[in-house]
């Protein structure tokens, strides 16, 4: 059973802190692309139809996922507003599904190689575990729903985890001369680290506690 919660029942406050941060660094990196967006560095080749719109398309429709999920993974709305919580959680997945297509496509062609593979395993897991989410929510199966909404949330999250990686690029990868290398190290952790840290919290982590309870 995966919980929030402490002994008492109370919400454990490093859940808290855990939104402040996610919400904080949300409207910060997304603020920071503002420019991209608006005048996005295109690559060699790029027009209006094979990127521009694909580009801008991804940047407005996965933007709010991001203001959305503080809500939606609150315990206290969850029950006291469900029908407000059912409409975010549409606007949620539908989102994800969405934007983790459009960047399926813009994965794949990216003008860095070594980025394609994994951006392009990113957004394609991030549509999947979106679509699961969903339709356990129709067959009203919520202990499913809730963990592949967890997992949709940490991989969407790579909009914030991969801009925090970046910053610290220089000084955690300094082992690394070439700085290709440095960049597809980056995406496959972005895509790598999600899955490890959700699934030691949701299924490894309860086994291990279990296996080695006195
Ligand atoms: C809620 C989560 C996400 C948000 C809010 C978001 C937002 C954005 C924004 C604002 C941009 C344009 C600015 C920039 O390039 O820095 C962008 C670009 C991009 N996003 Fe996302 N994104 C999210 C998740 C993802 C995921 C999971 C993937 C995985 C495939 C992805 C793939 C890309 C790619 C490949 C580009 C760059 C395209 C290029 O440089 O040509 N994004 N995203």
């Not at 490894?204 to 309870?213: D, E, I, N, S």
Request: charged share 15%.
């Amino acid at each position: 059973m995966v919980t929030v919660t402490n002994r008492a029942g109370a919400i454990h406050p490093v859940w808290f802190v855990f939104w402040a941060f996610f919400l904080c660094a949300s409207i910060y990196f997304l603020f920071d692309s503002v420019g991209d967006v608006l005048s996005p560095e295109l690559q060699d080749g790029s027009t209006t139809w094979n990127r521009v719109v694909w580009y801008v398309g991804h940047a407005v429709v996965a933007s709010p996922i991001l203001l959305i999920a503080p809500f939606q993974f609150m315990p206290g709305l969850r029950q006291s507003r469900p029908a407000l919580h059912r409409w975010l959680g549409r606007v949620f997945l539908a989102s994800c599904m969405i934007a983790g297509l459009l960047g399926v496509y813009l994965g794949a062609t990216i003008s860095l190689p070594g980025s394609r593979i994994p951006l392009t395993l990113l957004g394609s897991i991030w549509f999947c575990f979106a679509a699961i989410a969903w339709q356990a929510a129709r067959r009203r199966d919520f202990v499913n729903h809730r963990r592949f909404a967890i997992r949709a949330l940490a991989l969407g999250g790579a909009f914030v985890w991969v801009r925090i990686i970046n910053r610290m690029q220089g000084e955690i990868f300094a082992f690394m001369p070439i700085e290709d290398l440095q960049e597809t190290t980056k995406e496959w952790l972005t895509l790598f680290l999600p899955i490890l840290i959700t699934e030691v919290w949701l299924n490894w982590g309860p086994t291990v506690r279990k296996l080695f309870a006195r």
